[in-house]
């Protein structure tokens, strides 16, 4: 499979793990978005040397993996693009903060600690946002959106875009499958020919927005979608999601709850 062929199928696969009938799937889509965007404020908000702190704010997307029933190997597979990227920031740290810190009667530099740090608020806020794609389809995030009063041209553009980036995909896909067919013996597409590919790829992208345009006006689109979002109703379950875990937030933000458990455990064995 070519890469744009499997571009489309990560595409698709994530539609379809968003629509499954889970637990965490059926939570109001609002909720899951506020918690997300709390969530990534509260993990950026800690000092650059409390690796401790920051620590126990892993318990989100941990739950979130078991909650949703997500395999972690595939997900890191699926973000081994952005997650290097996300690592590779803090890495000059270590050059420019020598100052010598001591963590848990460990003598170390301090830009190592402030390197481990950022890597670690990457990954989280990176997770944390795969999960909410992972578990929610774009519908029902426009539909949040909406909520919130976001414009609606903005949503429209950004389901549309979302939606029907697979369409440009194909005709990509469909350009360069033909393009092989005649010229077998080339690896890749000659340069002489980029601006007539892009041309063509741009008439028919033309055409397609145009039927599906016609199409949408046809099925009664004023300007505002009916989102599947729609349907689905505030329950007892949403605002005890909610609260639990904006509870959980302000506990690790303000406790350094890993190290009262250590101590606690450590005392028993005393």
Request: aromatic share 12%; charged share 15%.
């Amino acid at each position: 499979m070519s890469k744009i062929g499997n571009a489309i199928h990560e595409i698709h696969y994530m539609d379809s793990i968003a629509e499954r009938d889970q637990w965490v799937n059926r939570i109001h889509p609002l909720v899951k978005f506020l918690l997300t965007i709390i969530y990534i404020a509260t993990v950026v908000s800690f000092y650059k040397y409390d690796v401790i702190g920051l620590a126990g704010m892993a318990v989100y997307p941990i739950a979130m993996f078991i909650l949703s029933e997500l395999s972690f190997a595939d997900s890191l597979k699926r973000l081994r693009i952005v997650l290097p990227l996300v690592c590779f920031i803090g890495l000059f740290n270590p050059f420019f903060d020598r100052i010598p810190v001591e963590i848990l009667g460990i003598r170390m530099n301090a830009g190592v600690i402030s390197m481990i740090t950022l890597i670690m608020k990457g990954i989280m806020t990176v997770l944390a946002s795969y999960l909410l794609i992972a578990t929610t389809t774009i519908e029902k995030l426009c539909y949040a959106f909406r909520l919130i009063h976001v414009p609606k041209i903005l949503v429209t553009q950004i389901m549309l875009t979302y939606r029907y980036v697979t369409v440009l995909l194909e005709e990509v896909n469909r350009i360069t499958q033909a393009y092989s067919l005649r010229a077998p013996n080339q690896k890749g597409v000659h340069f002489k020919v980029w601006g007539s590919l892009t041309g063509q790829l741009l008439l028919r992208s033309m055409d397609r927005a145009g039927v599906v345009y016609e199409s949408m006006t046809l099925r009664g689109y004023n300007g505002e979608f009916k989102y599947i979002g729609e349907k689905i109703r505030w329950r007892w379950q949403d605002v005890l999601y909610l609260v639990l875990w904006l509870g959980l937030f302000f506990l690790f933000r303000n406790v350094p709850v890993i190290v009262v458990v250590g101590n606690f455990v450590g005392g028993l064995f005393v």
